[in-house]
């Protein structure tokens, strides 16, 4: 592994009324540990696992690539802070990385699209072609089988976002050959069972305060999914 450990100082928040310091799991959880080249975040939506996952990337100065920001009713001046509240522990020093989400890809794939137009080689870091001219699913599964078999950390939010199951199933043996390779850690947030499969994977659940590590079986993920499989007609009964 790359990075050992994320500790948080929550006597250093700024507030305790805003979000994300508001957050009980973010004033009750002092370090997450990572033991393993792959390290799942789980949780329900507003637990906070994106919340970290970025204020991770942006601790370890890679870059998120943003669209054009809309105009907001009420601006929060804490929501990018907790970064500054976090202390990395590295086991050989910092490494490059990168960060991705669904919606900052896509306006990664369009400057690429730029880049290219001056530069074409660049396209050979990607698969050797244009991103969008790709399905959606084919341009992320083009970018994951390039991108990950770069010495780095990289940190994702939903991968699994516009992949099918075959597709997800591919990603997770990129995961995990190149986890196993040593050169590349991945911490990942997912909705996805079948990426919470990864052989020799931590998960750490958020919907436990302060964060702790489970079991596959134990997710919800994975309770949720089997017996939804075992019997899906008992989920369409309204009573």
Not at 84 to 109: D, I, Y
Not at 133 to 158: C, N, P, V, W
Request: hydrophobic share 35%; net charge negative; aromatic share 12%.
């Amino acid at each position: 592994m790359h990075l050992k450990r994320v500790t948080l100082h929550p006597e250093a928040y700024p507030t305790t009324e805003r979000y994300p310091f508001c957050l009980p799991i973010f004033q009750q959880t002092r370090r997450v540990d990572f033991v393993s080249p792959v390290t799942f975040f789980v949780g329900e939506n507003g637990t906070g696992k994106s919340t970290l996952l970025k204020a991770i990337a942006h601790k370890c100065r890679i870059h998120i690539w943003h669209g054009l920001e809309r105009a907001r009713y009420e601006q929060n001046p804490y929501e990018e802070l907790l970064h500054k509240t976090l202390r990395l522990t590295w086991a050989h020093g910092p490494v490059p990385g990168s960060f991705f989400s669904s919606e900052e890809f896509q306006n990664f794939a369009r400057l690429l699209d730029d880049w290219a137009t001056a530069t074409p080689t660049v396209l050979r870091h990607f698969g050797g072609k244009s991103l969008m001219t790709q399905s959606h699913g084919q341009s992320l599964m083009s970018y994951f089988r390039s991108r990950y078999q770069i010495k780095g950390i990289y940190l994702a939010d939903e991968p699994e976002t516009a992949l099918s199951p075959n597709s997800q199933l591919e990603l997770l043996r990129v995961l995990h050959e190149m986890g196993e390779a040593g050169h590349a850690q991945f911490v990942i947030a997912t909705h996805s069972p079948i990426l919470l499969a990864c052989p020799g994977a931590t998960i750490y659940s958020f919907d436990h305060i302060p964060v702790e590590p489970v079991a596959y079986q134990d997710t919800d993920h994975y309770q949720v999914y089997r017996a939804f499989m075992a019997d899906p007609s008992r989920y369409l009964d309204s009573e």
